[in-house]
């Protein structure tokens, strides 16, 4: 990912905004990035605490101990009930009569900013934020997938799908 594709400010006021992190095909560049709903306020890199699996297709994310990158979409509180709904529907979470392929989860993520970059933070604000995000429901490796790995990147070391998203100058 190009760091300029990244737009939008943090909100001055952080209780009025609700986070969601995406580490997938819901992110800038990818197949679903135009199904959000509403325009964020704000995309911003970023990372959670995880394991991260991959296949073809799209990625899973579940509890773990790795560095996994992805992003932060910032939208007003007034915006979170009708972005949620569409982000449940595309994730299959809480669906009648379906089980959950994922289950949504709150996160502590962390902003990036490439290591050429200031933080991208204002001074004052927090680098870490509660987002939502969304676990795989089950064991990914039965469903196909196979376990990343971390890699650096110009955001320090991360764990990524696809795995040539912030792809160092060097390895292009």
Known sequence: MN??????????NPDEVVVYFVYGTLC????????????????HPAWVQGTLF??????????????????????????????????????????PG???????????ANLVAPSHQKPVNQVGLPQTWVASAYHYATDPLRD??????????EYGT?????????RLPRDL
């Open 28 to 43: 800038r560049g990818q197949c679903r990035q135009h199904c959000w709903p509403i325009t964020p306020l704000a995309v």
């Open 144 to 153: 196909g997938f196979d376990r990343l790995t971390e890699r650096e990147t």
């Open 54 to 95: 991959g296949r073809e297709d799209y990625p899973a994310l579940r509890p773990g101990n790795q560095r996994v990158g992805g992003e932060c979409w910032f939208f007003s509180k007034p915006d979170a009930q009708r972005v949620t709904a569409v982000l449940d529907e595309i994730e299959v979470t809480n669906q």
């Open 3 to 12: 760091p300029i594709s990244y737009a939008g400010t943090i909100p001055e």
């Open 98 to 108: 379906h089980p959950n392929l994922y289950d949504r989860v709150e996160l502590q």
């Open 158 to 166: 991360l764990v990524l799908w696809p795995p040539e998203k912030w």
